[in-house]
Nanobody, 129 residues
Framework: QVQLVESGGGLVQAGGSLRLSCAASGRSFSGYAMGWFRQAPGKEREFVAAVSWSGANTGYADSVKGRLTISRDNTKNTMYLQMNSLKPEDTAIYYC??????????????????????WGQGTQVTVSA
């Protein structure tokens, strides 16, 4: 069992920055690809970014490329999402998720939320104009 806890959300003006963190506990953190997803009011949950279990590969939704950066520190069992140049359209609840992918390879990750095994409780990000 893996437990995930997000933190770092809050209110920021357009153009500002936030750094979200996701702390993991339980089984080996390094065996899981990790992803960030978000859900805005009235919309479906959407993929934001993901990183393979080794940290060797990352991927981003087109809407956040160049502005958001995903990273992980396996020695601290923590994943991060550095959010820069934020826009009001980024307002959403942000969730971290873990996908057991150890045997899929060190560069693998998924962009589909249904493939992830564990989820955090979410943290609210609000970007004002």
């Amino acid at each position: 069992q893996v437990q995930l806890v997000e933190s770092g959300g809050g209110l920021v003006q357009a153009g500002g920055s936030l750094r979200l963190s996701c702390a993991a506990s339980g089984r080996s953190f390094s065996g899981y690809a990790m992803g960030w997803f978000r859900q805005a009011p009235g919309k479906e949950r959407e993929f934001v970014a993901a990183v393979s279990w080794s940290g060797a590969n990352t991927g981003y939704a087109d809407s956040v490329k160049g502005r958001l950066t995903i990273s992980r520190d396996n020695t601290k069992n923590t994943m991060y999402l550095q959010m820069n140049s934020l826009k009001p359209e980024d307002t959403a609840i942000y969730y971290c998720a873990a996908d057991w992918t150890y045997f899929s390879g060190s560069t693998y990750y998924s962009v589909k939320d249904e493939e992830y095994d564990y989820w955090g409780q979410g943290t609210q990000v609000t970007v004002s104009a």
